[in-house]
């Protein structure tokens, strides 16, 4: 799977330091900007890893512009339902309860540790990895999708309205509606009482991107101290996808 637009490419990762480079851009993401800790922090060698990483998929967007770890200016990891045993589980069984998903018996992949390089935020390098995605879920026959996705921060209160508004518009159904283990209510505000563009502007823009295409929220948000963030669980039934996104993966299957 190789994707190109210019000087970026899309494509996984193929050596032990291709992971090492992504594992930087995360260090740099996550510790560095967002603040977050963890077991297998490395702040010497600037390295966010943790055990999932030897069992997933790493996709990874590379400017061949630049050299070494530099190279790796986006990352996503993902771990399908047949590799999950291997790995212990998904990653999100520590913040969710996901019986409903795993019940299903569906083909699941669970998306995490996404995040661009500050530079490449908001260009065409998250359009390219999207379309990347899109062609590992038809090649991988997925579908459904899920992950955690963060909000900076562990303020309830300051995010109370964005929490409240996800609640109120975009519950996941009950068949998929997974559950936070450590539950934190997100309808904190009257549903009447939102303002509604404030609160949308408050939605960090990965999450927005996916209710946009017809993701969901579970039931609950996790906050997690050791990452400085709040997390609400995404899902997105690719049997739900609007038009638009339907169009996008019908246009991998016929690659």
């Given amino acids: ?108 992949l669970e998306l995490g540790r996404s995040c661009l390089a500050a530079d490449y935020r908001g260009g065409q390098g998250m359009m390219l990895m999207w379309n990347a995605l899109s062609d590992y879920v038809v090649e991988h026959g997925i579908e459904v999708l899920f992950g955690v996705a963060s909000f900076h921060g562990t303020d309830i209160e300051r995010l109370a309205p964005a929490l409240s508004l996800l609640a109120d518009r975009h519950m996941a159904p009950e068949s998929l509606r997974v559950r936070s283990q450590v539950y934190q209510p997100m309808t904190l505000i009257d549903p009447a009482q939102i303002d509604r563009v404030a609160a949308m502007r408050d939605v960090p823009p990965l999450i927005k991107a996916y209710l946009k295409i017809g993701g969901f929220v579970g039931d609950g948000a996790f906050v997690d101290h050791a990452f400085n963030t709040t997390d609400v669980c995404l899902i997105l039934d690719t049997e739900r996808l609007n038009a638009s996104q339907k169009a996008l993966y019908d246009r991998g299957a016929r690659r």
Avoid: W
Wanted: proline share 3%; net charge negative.
């Fill in 1 to 108: 799977m190789t994707a190109t637009i210019d000087c970026l490419t899309v494509r996984l990762a193929q050596t032990e330091d291709d992971v090492r480079a992504a594992q930087h851009l995360r260090y740099r993401v996550f510790v560095e900007e967002l603040g977050a800790t963890g077991p297998m922090v490395d702040h010497e060698a600037k390295i966010e890893a943790d055990h999932y990483d030897p069992f997933v998929d790493h996709l990874l967007l590379i400017d061949e512009n630049k050299t070494g770890h530099e190279r790796v200016v986006g990352v996503y990891r993902l771990l399908r339902s047949d590799m999950a045993d291997a790995a212990g589980g998904f990653y999100s069984r520590s913040e969710y309860d996901l019986t409903p998903l795993i019940a299903s018996g569906r083909k699941l």
